[in-house]
């Protein structure tokens, strides 16, 4: 299909969503008028529709608190350049392939040491707290980042209301798996269902965001659709996305990175310029369109630039050892 894909906008541009949208628009007009008179089968015709699926609008308000002075990323880059092993390791295999992804009807379980246990279905979910806006850094493990402008509410909202009991101290993370919707489950990259987890304390901390839509609309399938969590001070990994099940426990969770390589992917994963990877430098980060290709890398800030807000989560530890 790559070769059906119409590139869209050259990534020298910082493009606001509106501009986009109106490129788009017009793109997709142009591209079934395309397919008609190349008389391609109705399947590949449905398929590169729902490549470029019209966005369901999300409204929400801006949260001037989480606010950045860092230019957002454009929309194409950050639902175009993905990290889904569900569907495939490439960065471009989310966006093409994530579209076989059913958010309808879709529930979310919260289970373990709480005194409520609930199941939510997730257009009740959505309406249990007030929509924000929040601009957030997002930082991959593997050296790049992206600003973000997530929607959502504080997972604290959630968790407040099941109730966590006095001997809960974690929560775990899980994503849908399921290889009839997910090609990528056949492999053995990871140990599937993904899995992630918090410290209850970082779950609870306001950053903590229950996401829901990016840019105004609902995630894209290939951002984690319907319901994922965003933690901006930590490695893009620990933000499970689709997720199905909130556990409270009282042991640390076993999450999937850890599984696959425990000395690489420790359980705090917070971002840290001071400590490398064991294969590679932490220290800096390459901005994801940024204006070219090859944009000069910046300097990663501790906790991604969130020290202020978080840093007394770790007071007295030791980030090496913690890592
Ligand atoms: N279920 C699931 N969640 C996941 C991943 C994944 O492969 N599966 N990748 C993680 C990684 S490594 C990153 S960097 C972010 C990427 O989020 P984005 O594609 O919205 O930028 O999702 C995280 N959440
Ligand atoms: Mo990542």
């Known amino acids: ?24 628009g017009f793109l997709r007009q142009a591209g079934s008028v395309a397919l008609a008179a190349s008389g391609l089968t109705a399947s590949l015709a449905q398929r590169t529709q729902a490549e470029t699926a019209p966005a369901v609008k999300l409204a929400a308000k801006p949260n001037p608190a989480y606010a950045l002075a860092e230019q957002p990323t454009p929309y194409k880059d950050v639902t175009g350049y993905n990290n889904f092993y ?11 392939r994530a579209h076989t992804l059913k958010t309808r009807p ?16 997730i257009d ?5 707290a007030p929509l924000e806006e929040r601009v957030y850094r997002h930082r991959c493990v593997e050296g790049w980042s992206m600003v973000v402008p997530w929607i959502g ?12 009991t006095g001997d809960a101290k974690y929560v775990e993370f899980t994503s849908l798996a399921d290889q009839k919707q997910m090609p990528g489950i056949g492999s053995g990259v990871l140990d599937w269902p993904y899995r992630e987890g918090l410290r209850l304390d970082e779950a609870n901390h306001p950053l903590t965001l229950l996401t829901f839509g990016l840019y105004g609309e ?3 399938p290939q951002n984690g659709a319907p319901v994922r969590i965003v933690v901006p001070w930590k490695y893009g990994f620990k933000s499970a996305k689709s997720i199905v099940k909130i556990s409270l426990t009282n042991r640390l969770p076993l999450t999937s990175w850890n599984r696959t390589a425990p000395e690489e992917y420790g359980f705090y994963s917070n971002v840290n310029p001071n400590v490398d990877h064991p294969r590679w430098s932490q220290a800096t980060e390459r901005r994801i369109g940024a204006g070219t290709l090859f944009a000069p890398k910046q300097k990663t800030l501790m906790f991604n630039g969130y ?5 007394q989560l770790y007071a007295g530890m030791d980030l090496r050892k913690f890592f």
């Not at 299909?1 to 788009?24: W, Y």
């Not at 879709?106 to 279905?121: E, I, N, R, S």
């Open 218 to 220: 609902v995630l894209p």
């Open 124 to 128: 009740d979910l959505i309406k249990i």
């Open 106 to 121: 879709w529930t979310l379980q919260v289970d373990g040491l709480v005194k409520t246990p609930m199941t939510f279905a």
């Open 1 to 24: 299909m790559r070769s059906l894909r119409i590139p869209l906008i050259p990534s020298s541009e910082i493009t606001p969503r509106h501009v986009f949208e109106a490129r788009r």
């Open 153 to 164: 509410f504080p997972l604290a909202e959630l968790l407040q209301r099941v109730g966590p």
């Open 86 to 96: 569900e569907f495939g390791t490439d960065k471009r295999d989310p966006a093409e």
């Open 307 to 311: 020290e202020a807000q978080v840093g």
